[in-house]
């Protein structure tokens, strides 16, 4: 049986992707399961999706994944916050959305388990038009682990998006073709770590940081670390309104002494609200 672990953010689709992943395992005869662990998250934070495939006997654990065969990171900002090769086995793989190379990867991660990557965003982008990878590294994941034929997932992508299917599909087929993927890099692997997820702290360990104990403690929370795009203003079309200052539910947009307006990069969590209210076009979305 493999284990498989999803890392993503709310939003990304990493739920539908560990779903249409056991769809085509299903499909090819194989036993599969697939299931999310919420918290209460929301867009833009880090989420956990598990996969157990076995191609001959059903599955009878029901229980998160700790130890996994592949872990599998949609989003190239959560290998900075999160330990995302956390139980990874020795002879695992990781596959990652970045647009960094293997070689530039390698000298960031050490450890004895492969490694694969692709830039899922970009192709995302050019085949779906938005930076939703889930679909895109599928084909990653198919690329480099095997674990189910590119052709096995064409049909639960169609079944799912209807109209939107098509640029998935071909996203998917662009990432197989353009994974690179390597052997292991041989060096000592890091000191394993406890799964955040299965050891909760307690509340007295909480109180400097992710709960209102105090006035201001909130501040400490730092929701910047789930963003994935950020806004950059352009001061030549800004006419110093305040519209994307009202609209920021983060309340993370500042004026400047200059009169115009930036955002608080420690809480901006990438929406784009602001940049879709601002009527002068001021305001645009850079990926991180
Ligand atoms: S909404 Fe646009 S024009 Fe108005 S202050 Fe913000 S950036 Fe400037
Ligand atoms: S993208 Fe704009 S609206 Fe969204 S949190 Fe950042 S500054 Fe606020």
Same mark, same amino acid.
């Given at each position: 049986m493999i284990e498989i672990r999803w890392h993503g953010r709310g939003g990304q689709g990493a739920v539908t992707s560990a779903e249409l992943l056991a769809l085509a395992a299903i499909s090819e005869g194989k036993f599969a399961q697939a299931f999310p662990s919420f918290g209460p998250e929301r867009r833009g934070a880090p989420v956990l999706v598990f996969n157990r495939v076995s191609p001959n006997s059903p599955i009878r654990a029901r229980v998160s994944v700790a130890h996994p065969d592949i872990v599998i990171v949609l989003d190239p900002g959560l290998l900075y916050i999160t330990d995302v090769t956390s139980g990874l086995k020795e002879d695992g793989i990781l596959v990652l959305n970045t647009p960094k190379s293997l070689v530039e990867i390698r000298s960031e991660l050490s450890g004895p388990w492969r490694l694969a990557v692709v830039n899922a965003t970009s192709i995302a982008r050019e085949m %779906?038009? *938005?930076? %939703? *990878?889930n679909t895109t590294m599928l084909g990653a994941l198919a690329r480099a682990?095997? %674990? *189910?034929?590119?052709?096995?997932l064409t049909e639960p992508i169609l079944e799912r998006f209807g109209a939107r299917a098509r640029g998935n599909v071909d996203a998917c087929r662009k990432a197989y073709e353009e994974t690179e993927t390597g052997e292991p890099a041989g060096i000592v692997p890091k000191r394993p770590k406890i799964f955040e997820g299965e050891e909760l702290p307690t509340w007295q360990e909480l109180l400097p940081g992710c709960v209102l104990t105090k006035p201001g403690s909130a501040r400490q929370y730092r929701t910047g670390d789930w963003r994935s795009e950020r806004p950059v203003w352009d001061h030549q079309r800004c006419i110093k309104c305040g519209i994307c200052y009202l609209f920021c539910p983060e309340g993370c947009v500042k004026q400047t002494k200059e009169g115009y307006f930036e955002a608080d990069l420690y809480y901006c969590k990438g929406c784009g609200i602001c940049a879709r209210e601002c009527w002068t076009e001021a305001i645009k979305m850079v990926e991180e």
């Open positions: %779906i038009g *938005v930076p %939703i *990878v682990t095997r %674990i *189910v034929e590119l052709d096995s």
